[in-house]
């Protein structure tokens, strides 16, 4: 069933700034089942498939005998990407004659997939940091197992440069799918930590994103709408418990897409940033990573700057919760908290001494990320915020 179709290049002039409202090229699809989607995408000859082994023999072993090139992310490593990772992928790819990517995974197999869809014969660093033309030449499917990276809408690549022992994003139209495919049974061998953390990542999109100077109305209808749903489900989880997951596979996945969409135009800031050195230093994985930084990122937000585009945010989520304006961020982590622990810095290994090079190293390579940030920290705020949580 297909949701929506690409609408492209809205802008309008703000004084003389030319900003873009909203901008969705991937088409988005939803399925129920996972043979529905091979069926009507015809999936064979010429189609390059990038899964995990355990998706793919779980839903889509008739794909053996279409002639479609199959490869599994364990071939390449586990946890997050790295760009050696996305090297040895791009050795493989290359040897083929494929004009179609189809990624069926979480944030880390759909952003693997997108650069093979560039042209050229660069390896993955170069094309992270810019240093050779990105041109993209072929076509992706993207379908997400998890509902959390919203990375089948999204126009960014997430890797980690092991030179830099940090990750860079890669975004521009060229990273965006040509389609994107919703298919609630996929969801189902998830495990639970996975599930919750993940979905955590996809609040943390649409909360980001809201409060993004490069916000619009259009990106902030995506981002309320996602907000609702997932804490919706959230106080579901809290209720009913872990088991009673397979009711939100549908409305999370969506859910995630809507945030994914926001994002994608208004972009993520600060949370994200702060989490990419505890990813590449110490394997994280990056719902966990996120989820460790949410709400002291934005009550560091909230003591800088209460009076700005935060207020409006805080009074939509104090009316969700029933609580003041001023006391959402402790909502939410009662609310988080009772789903699944979040871990001290220091037990994943993070050393004292690092609180500041991991500031300074965010300050440096993440300006991206916290250009698009509510307020822009510089690193002596950034290190508070990692002692705190240290």
């Not at 990122?297 to 009076?307: G, H, L, M, R, S």
């Amino acid at each position: 069933m297909k949701r929506e179709s690409g609408i492209a290049g809205l802008d309008y002039l703000e004084g003389e700034q030319r900003m873009k409202l909203f901008q969705e090229i991937t088409e988005v699809y939803k399925y129920q089942k996972a043979s529905e989607f091979i069926k009507e995408f015809q999936i064979g000859v010429g189609d390059f498939v990038f899964t995990s082994q355990s998706v793919f023999e779980t839903y889509f072993q008739e794909l053996r005998s279409s002639g479609a090139v199959v490869h599994f992310k364990s071939e390449y490593g586990q946890g997050e990407p790295t760009d050696l990772m996305v090297d040895a992928l791009l050795k493989d790819f290359r040897r083929t004659d494929c004009k179609r990517v189809i990624a069926i995974g979480g944030g880390a197999v759909i952003d693997m997939a997108k650069i093979l869809v560039l042209d050229g014969e660069a390896k993955a660093a170069e094309y992270y940091q810019r240093k050779v033309p990105v041109r993209k030449i072929r076509t992706l499917v993207a379908v997400p197992t998890t509902c959390g990276a919203g990375a089948e809408v999204s126009n960014v690549s997430i890797a980690e440069m092991t030179a830099l022992q940090t990750k860079l994003g890669l975004a521009g139209e060229e990273m965006y799918p040509d389609q994107a495919v919703l298919i609630p049974e996929l969801l189902g061998k998830l495990p639970w930590h996975f599930f919750v953390t993940s979905a955590i990542d996809a609040l943390i999109h649409a909360i980001e994103s809201y409060v993004s100077p490069k916000s619009t109305l259009y990106t902030r209808m995506f981002a309320k709408e996602a907000m609702q749903i997932f804490l919706k489900g959230f106080r579901m989880l809290e209720e009913k418990g872990p088991d009673s997951r397979e009711e939100l596979f549908e409305d999370f996945l969506i859910a995630s897409d809507l945030a994914g969409i926001s994002f994608a135009i208004a972009g993520t800031g600060t949370v994200h940033a702060m989490s990419y050195p505890l990813s590449g230093t110490y394997h994280v994985t990056h719902g966990e990573a996120n989820y460790q930084f949410l709400t002291a990122v934005f009550q560091a937000y909230q003591e800088t700057d209460p009076d700005g585009g935060i207020l409006e945010l805080n009074t939509f989520l104090a009316e969700i919760f029933s609580c003041e304006p001023d006391m959402v961020y402790k909502e939410i982590e009662k609310l988080l908290d009772g789903l699944v622990r979040r871990t001290p810095l220091h037990e994943y290994g993070m050393k004292e001494e690092e609180i500041r090079s991991f500031a300074e190293s965010v300050e440096k390579s993440q300006q991206r990320l916290l250009g698009q940030s509510y307020v822009k920290f510089g690193a002596d705020d950034l290190e508070k915020i990692y002692r705190k949580l240290y």
